[in-house]
C-alpha cells in the first residue's frame, strides 16, 4: 500500500508547491518587495515635497525675521515678515529686503524712496525729502528726521539705470542709501518686496 501522508510531508520538506501552486515563502517574499516599494515611494514623494518647498521659499516666498530698530513704528525687531519675490519689480514707497555686501552679510529691509532715473534730494533743516522736486507725503516716519551721525551723507542723487534709493522709516536711527557705505541698491540685490507681518499675530498687518 502507497504511503501518501509521507510524500505529501516530504514534497512539503523539500519545499514543493501547495495545493494552490504556491510554494513556501512566496507570501514573504511579495509582503518584503511590496513593503520595499512603498518605502520607495514614500521617499520619493519626501524629496518631491522638500524640493518644492525649497524652490517655493527661494523664488517665489519667504519669511524674513526684521533685525533692529531702523523700519520702527512699521517694523519691530523680532517680527516674522512674509516676503513676496516671484516676478517683484520694485516701486516706490513698497517695503523691500535687499543684501548690501559692502554695509553686511545679512539682508536689510527698508523702504523704497526712487527708482531709476529720479532725483532725491534731502533737506535736513525741514525733514524733507523731495523726489523729482515734490516732497514726499511719508506719515510712515517714526519721528521728524534729523542729520545723522555720519553727517549729510548722500542727500542729492540721480538713481542710475537698475538702480534704486533706500531709507528707513526710523530714520535717525537707520543705515540705508544715505550711508556711503550702502548707497545706491543695484535692483538685482532686491530679494522680494515686504507683504505682511505674520507674527507676533497681535502685530499682524498688511504692508
Known amino acids: 500500500m502507497e504511503n501518501w501522508g509521507s510524500e505529501e510531508m516530504q514534497d512539503k520538506r523539500e519545499g ?3 495545493q494552490e501552486g504556491e510554494a513556501p515563502g512566496g507570501a514573504k517574499a ?4 511590496s513593503d520595499g516599494r512603498d ?4 521617499i520619493r514623494v519626501l524629496v518631491l515635497m522638500m524640493t518644492a518647498f525649497v524652490l517655493l521659499f527661494t523664488f517665489v516666498a519667504r519669511i524674513i525675521v526684521v533685525s533692529g530698530a531702523s523700519m520702527e ?12 519675490s516671484l516676478g517683484y519689480a520694485p516701486r516706490q514707497g513698497d517695503v523691500v529686503v535687499v543684501t548690501q555686501e559692502s554695509y553686511q552679510e545679512d539682508s536689510i529691509v527698508k523702504r523704497v524712496i526712487a527708482l531709476e532715473g529720479q532725483t532725491v534730494d534731502i533737506d535736513y533743516y525741514t525733514g ?10 511719508e506719515d510712515y516716519i517714526k519721528e521728524e528726521m534729523l542729520v545723522p551721525s555720519y553727517g549729510e551723507g548722500v542727500n542729492h542723487v540721480t538713481v542710475p539705470e537698475g538702480c534704486i534709493f533706500v531709507m528707513g522709516d526710523n530714520r535717525n536711527h537707520s543705515a540705508d542709501s544715505r550711508l556711503p557705505l ?3 541698491v543695484d535692483e538685482r540685490c532686491v ?4 507683504v505682511a507681518v505674520v507674527f507676533p499675530f497681535y502685530h499682524w498687518k498688511g504692508l
Open 16 to 18: 514543493a508547491p501547495d
Open 30 to 33: 511579495r509582503k518584503e518587495a
Open 39 to 42: 518605502l520607495y515611494l514614500n
Open 73 to 84: 513704528n512699521t517694523l519691530h525687531g523680532g517680527d516674522l515678515m512674509l516676503v513676496w
Open 128 to 137: 524733507t525729502v523731495y523726489v523729482d522736486g515734490k516732497p514726499l507725503k
Open 182 to 184: 550702502i548707497g545706491i
Open 191 to 194: 530679494i522680494g518686496r515686504g
